[in-house]
């Protein structure tokens, strides 16, 4: 289909005397300059490096010689792939440097730094003219990125077309352990710089490669470290990679739609910046290369079905390809499904580019091993005709190869499609701009009168990182609301709710006050705003059973905020005005000495309360009206706290302060700025990482500690009233936790700065061995802090170890049978509201949930809760009339028996007169574990994502305060803390921490 194309480019080149070698589709093939001299040094150097010779191809076999421009050595001290030979980041920016300033075709740009403070950077390759022009193609493509500034016109977008020069993003070791990208990308530089061969020039001429070579600098600087440790004790074990970045590690990659990390915003700002067409994520875990492209289904339901053919298009080619250069193991089909919207390429997927991904082999640093690799991994398969060797010899420079070749071929089947990867590019915009009356919806809403306007901020603050335009609407409004069709009534006993739904006829429309928030439809991104914002529904029958990440995300349900999916295309008629920046109102109002803000469980009112450690706050037990304001349970009473310093925090906050004549009469309690330790462990540091990029982005001070260190504190109350144990993720078990890392065999893996290691620690922990754990000792620790009146907030996998480890009483953890949540969002419903922990919530609320745990209560201490599922078991026994009937006893008069006990499912059994006697095990009422939130009844449970078997887990607790002592351990089954999207979980937490000493406010006992 190219051949024309194909033949024009022959015909310049051939106006500079260069003749491509054509293959038979009229393509050029990937042959060598016979003019250009090769570097025989360097070419001799792969060969070596290189351990088999189907591991090459030749486009990677040769180095062309530059006598202006210095080769990857120049830095590496040897070739790119070299043994031995892993480059810093700055070492990889050096080399880049160096290439921009020999070549007027590179350029370095920044493209922000890390919270580290490390530098990223993109080095965009093209010809010296593209570079030349950057600013001119740039416009044209903006254009093309947003078609409205054309006015949608195809003749217009044609000619653009035809001038623009595309730019295909390539970004480089996002998970640190994945060592081969930088020099890959360093020699692939320095190919479409210098070489002349056709196949090079062509792609240099006709596009911009655009290359950030390391995307997680603080952690490939930490992995740089570890592998010069392991080159100087080669015989020792290294210590394994426990904190990538700052906060997170392998999740980083799991960031694209809440862009909490400075990586994925940058990549990200740089994407949109430069207009690319393409983000081509280099990762490795598989043999020898999975360009996962193509990989499963389910896809992104988001997604434009045009995203999809490209997918396809070039997946297929790339095998197709590299199975033509003999490479073994390149396939494009595999397990990875394209549901979630949260990987760094999807950034491309989202913002109508093409989202790509390779997982390539690596051997974790540069040794050469020699590797085997999994049964499934070298068995021939249908889209794996040629599958990779069972054993084989593999080194980084084989790795390279794979990079390389499979780019190089990519970025020349782009450059020789450019036209049409361009228009797609154009018609995925445009039918973007064009989904209100195309597919809808027309807008989201988010209302002015939403309680939590601090929150709402929060996600449209996400919603601007990603690009989206917000608008504000000037007036009142009112729209016409979808008419959802009811199933019909099956059974009779459904015919009273179905009259009942009959009598009370659903809204027709809804009312908007002025100022509320409109995410119009109709802009290039809508596509984002629209996946965010949306729910999902994963089949429990959908044919992929083994979802890759999470299935569920709803942000306006995660976040605690009102969103209204609109369809009436009337939306877009209301008169409102685009907005930059978003800030929720805030400040004093009023006069009075009493201070007020009321609670809608919003988390700047924990930072408020750091912020000004000084002012006397307290929270209202009840709730309350005045001044003709109604107050929830929890709000902050502030007293003596000086009015300009509140109104100045509070507007920087978003919170709005309500200024009383006087104190209301409801009991209060102090809110106090608790010290916080925070306790990781050295398994794994993957999802606590989350929690304490979340304090520190509300700024709630804490001490971080390994479990190591809590042993070795000697009074843990004297220093701490809170303690949080995270999840620990990834290789957590309860014997894990206190056991550690055996210390049997092996040496020490210590994780501290040495001369070797500079980088290791940065701001977060060290140890001199990473093998211990908490210790039975460090157990007895944290018993005696919760003993004496500390509270222990645990979740997930850490909430499983408090239980089986016995620091609370009354609570067990199971394990599914069935029940299959993968990262869903799921509904939740309030107990207690009474708590502290549930100040500002409502009935309703939406949580993330992976798998539970599942915890029963029981009012027995050592007793599992008792499950119940299915049909009631007690039925009666053999004897008289039926099922309903009572027995009888011949010779005796009937007997009536006592009522058999209920309780629901989040609750204990009720205590009976028979345990009561002589009840040493009864726990006493004011020892039991007081219920917060369940989740909701089975009907109602799915929000967003995948529920199977969600009887396991319906109505079961989902928070619970377990008094201890005179403490506290708090359980969540949930994860209120979770990469950066579960935002209306979080004062769960913060709630916690700030009435850790009154968390029997308003408790009501049991009688017996
Ligand atoms: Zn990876």
Not at 34 to 42: G, S
Not at 282 to 305: Q, R
Not at 468 to 480: L, Y
Not at 806 to 825: A, E, H, M, N, Y
Request: charged share 25%.
């Amino acid at each position: 289909m190219n051949r024309h194309a194909g033949l024009g480019l022959a015909l310049s080149l051939f106006a500079i005397l260069v003749v491509p070698t054509l293959w038979a589709d009229g393509e050029t093939a990937p042959a060598r300059d016979p003019k250009q001299p090769v570097d025989a040094a360097y070419t001799a150097k792969i060969q070596k490096y290189t351990t088999a010779p189907y591991f090459t191809s030749p486009l990677v076999n040769y180095l062309p010689a530059s006598k202006t421009v210095p080769t990857p050595e120049a830095v590496l001290g040897d070739v790119a792939g070299a043994p031995g030979i892993l480059p810093y980041a700055e070492d990889v920016y050096k080399y880049m440097r160096l290439l921009e300033k020999a070549s007027p075709r590179v350029k370095v740009f920044s493209i922000g730094t890390t919270e580290e403070g490390r530098e990223m950077i993109a080095v965009a390759v093209s010809s010296a003219e593209n570079l030349k022009n950057l600013e001119e193609n740039r416009a044209r493509l903006a254009k093309l990125a947003d078609p409205r500034t054309i006015k949608l016109d195809d003749a217009e977008a044609d000619r653009i077309v035809a001038q623009a020069v595309p730019v295909y993003y390539i970004t480089g070791t996002i998970h640190s352990p994945e060592t081969g990208a930088p020099t890959a990308l360093m020699e692939l530089a320095y190919r479409l710089a210098v070489d002349e061969s056709p196949y090079i020039r062509e792609i240099r001429d006709g596009m911009i490669t655009l290359i950030t070579p390391v995307v997680e600098v603080d952690g490939r600087d930490r992995m740089v470290d570890l592998y010069k440790w392991h080159l100087a004790h080669p015989k020792d074990f290294y210590p394994p990679l426990i904190y990538w970045g700052k906060y997170v590690a392998h999740d980083n990659n799991r960031d694209a739609m809440g862009v909490t990390l400075k990586l994925t915003e940058n990549v990200l700002n740089a994407y949109i910046g430069w207009k690319a067409q393409v983000l081509h994520d280099l990762h490795e875990s598989v043999p020898y290369l999975y360009d996962n492209t193509v990989g499963d289904g389910p896809y992104n339901a988001w997604v434009d079905p045009i995203l999809a053919d490209e997918w396809q298009m070039i997946g297929a080619r790339n095998v197709a390809d590299m199975t033509k250069f003999g490479m073994p193991g390149v396939f494009t089909h595999g397990d990875f499904d394209t549901w979630s919207p949260g990987y760094l390429m999807f950034i491309a997927a989202m913002h109508n580019g093409i989202s790509r991904l390779y997982e390539t082999f690596g051997n974790g640093g540069a040794d050469t091993q020699e590797r085997t690799v999994d049964p499934e991994d070298y068995a021939r398969t249908w889209y794996r005709q040629n599958p990779p060797l069972p054993k084989t010899l593999w080194s980084q420079r084989d790795n390279n190869n794979y990079e390389q070749t499979g780019i190089l071929t990519s970025l020349h089947f782009f450059n020789e499609n450019k036209r049409l990867f361009l228009k797609n590019f154009y018609l995925k915009s445009k039918r973007s701009v064009l989904k209100p009356s195309a597919e809808g919806p027309a807008a989201y809403v988010l209302p002015a009168d939403d309680p939590r306007l601090s929150l709402q901020a929060e996600l449209l603050r996400v919603l601007r990182k990603q690009a989206v335009e917000i608008s504000r609407a000037k007036s009142a409004f009112t729209v016409s609301l979808p008419v959802r069709k009811e199933p019909k009534p099956k059974k009779k006993q459904d015919s009273k709710e179905a009259a009942e739904k009959e009598a009370a006829p659903a809204p027709t429309t809804r009312a908007f006050p002025a100022g509320s928030y409109v995410i119009r439809m109709d802009q290039p991104y809508a596509r984002i705003a629209d996946a965010l914002l949306d729910h999902q529904y994963w089949s429990p029958d959908d044919p992929q059973k083994t979802p890759y990440d999470d299935t569920g995300w709803t942000f306006g349900e995660l976040f605690g905020v009102l969103v209204t999916r609109v369809t009436d295309l009337k939306v877009l008629d209301v008169s409102m005005e685009r907005v930059t920046e978003i800030h929720a109102p805030g400040g004093v109002k009023g006069e009075g000495a009493i201070l007020a803000i009321n609670n809608n469980a919003e988390p700047a009112l924990a930072t408020l309360r750091y912020k000004m450690k000084d002012a006397g706050m307290e929270a209202a037990e009840e709730p309350f009206e005045s001044g003709g304001k109604k107050f929830n349970r929890g709000s902050f009473v502030i007293r003596n706290a000086s009015r300009a310093d509140l109104d100045r925090a509070a507007a920087d906050l978003g919170l709005q302060v309500v200024a009383l004549a006087a104190a209301p009469s409801v009991k209060t309690h102090p809110v106090r700025a608790a010290r916080v330790a925070f306790v990781h462990t050295w398994l794994s540091t993957q999802t606590e990482g989350w929690w304490r990029l979340a304090l520190d982005n509300l700024g709630i001070p804490y001490d971080y500690i390994s479990t190591q260190a809590i042993a070795k504190i000697g009074d843990l109350n004297a220093r701490y009233d809170v303690i949080l144990f995270p999840p620990v993720g990834f290789a957590s078990s309860p014997t894990a936790i206190i056991n550690g890392i055996s210390m049997a065999w092996g040496n020490p893996l210590p994780w501290k700065n040495t001369p070797e290691t500079p980088n290791l620690v940065g701001k977060n922990d060290s140890t001199d061995d990473m093998r211990p754990g908490l210790g039975w000792d460090g157990l007895a620790k944290l018993q005696a802090f919760v003993q004496k009146g500390g509270v222990l907030l645990t979740a997930t996998d850490t909430s499983r170890f408090a239980t089986e480890v016995g620091l609370t009483t009354g609570v067990s953890t199971s394990s599914s049978q069935k029940l299959k949540i993968v990262g869903s969002v799921l509904g939740a419903r309030l107990v207690d509201g009474a708590s502290p922990i549930a100040y500002g919530y409502d009935e309703k609320l939406s949580v993330y949930c992976d798998n539970g745990p599942i915890f029963s209560l029981s009012s027995i201490a050592g007793a599992r809760g008792r499950r119940r599922l299915g049909p009631e078991s007690h039925s009666r026994p053999t004897g008289r009339g039926s099922l309903g009937d009572p027995d009888f006893t011949v010779g005796r008069s009937g007997v009536e028996a006592p009522e058999e006990p209920s309780w629901e499912a989040w609750e204990a059994p009720p205590v009976t007169d028979e345990q009561l006697r002589n009840g040493y095990r009864v726990i006493s009422p004011a020892n039991r574990p007081r219920v917060i939130f369940r989740y909701a009844d089975n009907k109602e449970l799915l929000i967003s994502g995948l529920v199977e078997g969600g009887d396991e887990i319906a109505q079961h607790p989902a928070v619970v305060d377990v008094p201890s002592g005179n403490g506290h351990v708090v359980l969540f089954s949930i994860n209120p803390v979770y990469r950066g999207e579960t935002h209306g979980t979080y004062s769960l937490v913060l709630n916690t921490i700030l009435n850790f000493d009154s968390l029997n406010a308003s408790r009501k006992l049991a009688e017996k």
